[in-house]
């Protein structure tokens, strides 16, 4: 039997389609459940204009969805596993990782729209389709990477070279006052020679003071009487 469909369904067609069906499928499942109307000779007309409206209707539904497509295609999900030899994962990423990690991007997206045939076992950038709106799809990017790869690597070396910096300043503050003593030795010798020698100069007219004294007091004793 030929029927129009009004609902898109998987593997059957969209709005709008006027497909043959079996007869048993058409009038017990898909006619009942009002997701699609008989095609006869009397209602063809009336079938006409159903199919223009339907369409009408698919296309305002697939512009919408366009914009949805796109900002999938923009997507980038990225996981970190442990790894082993050969990039081989501990674990996988599965169907409802993906699932979860689009709802934190803020996708409301089934679990069987995502087209990933096997969980992802090796560490990698990969492509999954995505099942937007009938024939509409979207791939979005996953990225699986090493648990404490390159980041940690770089933090570990940012923290090594931190903490030799700060062994070097510290070697240099300590070898300072080494280095000042000598300095401050020599500084402390000159001062004490120049204070001898303006202690000598003092005391040099001191001694010439007392030698004239002397003399003189020689030269004045008086004659002795004979």
């Known amino acids: 039997m030929k029927i129009i469909l009004k609902e898109n369904i998987e593997n059957l067609g969209k709005r709008g389609d006027i497909i043959e069906v079996a007869a048993g499928y058409g009038r017990n499942y898909l006619i009942p459940r009002k997701l699609a109307l008989e095609v006869t000779p009397s209602n063809r007309k009336m079938i006409e204009l159903e199919q223009r409206a339907l369409r009408k209707k698919f296309e305002k539904e697939v512009e919408s969805y366009q914009g949805l497509v796109d900002k999938l295609n923009q997507a980038v999900l990225i996981f970190e596993r442990k790894a082993g030899d050969k990039d081989i994962i501990f674990g ?26 096997e969980p992802i076992k090796r560490l990698g950038n990969y492509t999954v389709p995505i099942k937007v709106f009938h024939d509409e799809r979207a791939e979005i990017k996953i990225e699986v990477k090493k648990e404490g790869g390159v980041e940690a690597k770089e933090e570990k070396e940012i923290a090594s070279e931190e903490k030799k910096e ?40 001191a001694l010439e003071e007392a030698s004239e004294e002397t003399n003189q007091g020689k030269t004045e004793e008086p004659e002795k009487k004979e």
């Open 92 to 117: 996988s990423v599965s169907v409802t990782d993906i699932k979860e990690g689009l709802d934190k991007l803020g996708f409301d997206i089934e679990k069987k729209r995502i087209g990933l045939d």
């Open 166 to 205: 700060k062994v070097t300043q510290e070697e240099g503050e300590r070898a300072r006052p080494e280095e000042e003593e000598p300095v401050q030795k020599e500084e402390e010798g000159k001062l004490a020679k120049e204070e001898k020698q303006q202690h000598d100069v003092k005391a040099e007219p």
